[in-house]
C-alpha cells in the first residue's frame, strides 16, 4: 500500500467504529480497487473498498447502482461508512462462498445456484430502468470489441492495420445494430461466477450476494445472461445452461429464436472485448495471470460464433485472429505496451 494511501485510509477509519479493526489485504482484481477485510472483536467483519479517483475510479456509481439493486429486492452489501471524495467504503461482508469456489465443493449445487443467479436477471429484465444511466448501445460496444484488435492482434500476432480496423468495426456494427433496436434494461456487465457469493442463510432470489456492480448501464437483457453462461472462468454444465436459458426466456417472454441470436451476439462481443483486456492486463499491468484464461475465451468465441448467421463475422476472426496458442501466449506475455 502506498504510504499517501495508506495514510489516507488510517484518516478514514479513525472516524468510523471500526478504527481498531485488524485490516488483512484481498487478491485484488482486474480493476484499480483494492479490498481489505476489517477484523473486529466488538464486531462483524466488515469489507474496506479502497478505489483510488486518481484511476479513474467512482465510488458513487457503486453507491447510486447500490441503491438501485437494492431497491429491486436483490441481496448487494450494506454500506456503513463512505468518503466519496478519497475514494473509501466501508461495506457488509458477504463471507467466502464466491460461486466460482463453494462449487468445487458442492457441485451438486450448481443447478439451484444459476437458477437462483437467473431469477436475479430475470428480475433486472422487469424492473424499471435507470433513465439516467449511461447506455451500452451497439456503438459503446463496437468500440469496446476493438479491444481484440489493438491489443490481443496487435501483441499476440503483431498485426494491427487500419484496413483490418475498418472491415471488423464493419463487420461487428452490422451484427450490433440487428439486435440493439429492443428496449434496454439495466445490465451488470460482468455477471459471472467470482462476483456472486451464495449467502445459505437467505431466501429465493437473495441468496445470491452481488459484487461488481459499479459499471451498471442500460444495455441488451442478453448480455448478462451470457456472461452468467458463458463464464470464462469456469464451464457451466450444458444441462444447466439450457435450463437457466430456457427459465430466462419463460419468465421474461422474450422470443426464443430472437433472444439466442442477440445472445450469441452479446457474448461473442464479450469474448472479443476480453481476448482484449486480458491481453492489456498481462501487457500494460505485468498481470500475467489473466492469459491462462485466453484459450477458454477463444473457446467460447467459437461457440459464439456457430450460429449459421454470424459466419461472415466468424470467418474474418477465423481468418485474421489466431487461437491463443503456446507462441501467442508467449508474444504476449514478453511484450511491454508502447
Known amino acids: 500500500m502506498k504510504s499517501d494511501r495508506k495514510k489516507l485510509i488510517d484518516t478514514f477509519l479513525e472516524k468510523t467504529f471500526w ?3 485488524q485490516r488483512v489485504k484481498f ?16 464486531d462483524s467483519d466488515r469489507i474496506l473498498m479502497d478505489a483510488p479517483p486518481e484511476f479513474g475510479e467512482n465510488v458513487a456509481k457503486f453507491i447510486k447502482a447500490n441503491q438501485f439493486l437494492e431497491r ?18 466501508i461495506l457488509e461482508d458477504f463471507g467466502d462462498n464466491v460461486f466460482t469456489d463453494f462449487l468445487l465443493k458442492s457441485s451438486q449445487d450448481e443447478t ?34 476493438l479491444l481484440s484488435i489493438d491489443w490481443y492482434l496487435k501483441y499476440g500476432s503483431n498485426i494491427l492495420t487500419s484496413e483490418l480496423r475498418n472491415q471488423f468495426r464493419v463487420l461487428m456494427g452490422e451484427v450490433l445494430s440487428k439486435i440493439m433496436t429492443r428496449p ?7 455477471f459471472h461466477a467470482e462476483n456472486l457469493i ?14 461488481d456492480f459499479q459499471d451498471m448501464m442500460l444495455g441488451h437483457p442478453a448480455y448478462d445472461l451470457a456472461s452468467l453462461l458463458n463464464d470464462v472462468r469456469r ?33 461473442a462481443q464479450r469474448n472479443l472485448r476480453i481476448l482484449g483486456v486480458f491481453t492489456r492486463l498481462a501487457v500494460r499491468d505485468a498481470k500475467k495471470h489473466y492469459l491462462t484464461f485466453l484459450p477458454r475465451v477463444w473457446k467460447n468465441l467459437l461457440q459464439d460464433l456457430s450460429h449459421p448467421d454470424l459466419i461472415d463475422l466468424r470467418l474474418f476472426i477465423q481468418n485474421i485472429f489466431t487461437a491463443p496458442n503456446k507462441t501467442i501466449l508467449a508474444n504476449i506475455r514478453d511484450s511491454n505496451a508502447d
Not at 434496454?184 to 460482468?190: A, G, K, L, Q
Not at 435450463?243 to 445472445?263: E, L, Q, R, S
Open 19 to 21: 478504527k481498531d479493526a
Open 27 to 42: 487478491a485484488s482484481d482486474a480493476s484499480k480497487r483494492n479490498y481489505y477485510r476489517l477484523h473486529s472483536t466488538k
Open 72 to 89: 429491486i429486492g436483490l441481496s448487494v452489501p450494506k454500506i456503513y461508512n463512505r468518503d466519496i471524495r478519497n475514494g473509501f467504503l
Open 112 to 145: 439451484s445456484f444459476y437458477m437462483s443467479a437467473t431469477d436475479n436477471l430475470i428480475t433486472l429484465y422487469h424492473a424499471e430502468i435507470d433513465c439516467e444511466a449511461e447506455h451500452y448501445d451497439h456503438c459503446e460496444m463496437l468500440n469496446t470489441s
Open 184 to 190: 434496454m434494461i439495466m445490465v451488470h456487465r460482468d
Open 198 to 211: 451464495w449467502l445459505k442463510n437467505r431466501d429465493g432470489k437473495q441468496r445470491v450476494g452481488i459484487l
Open 235 to 267: 464451464v457451466v454444465n450444458e444441462d444447466v445452461r439450457q435450463k437457466c436459458f430456457d427459465h430466462y426466456v419463460k419468465n421474461t417472454g422474450v422470443d426464443k429464436d430472437a433472444f439466442y441470436y442477440a445472445f450469441c451476439i452479446c457474448s
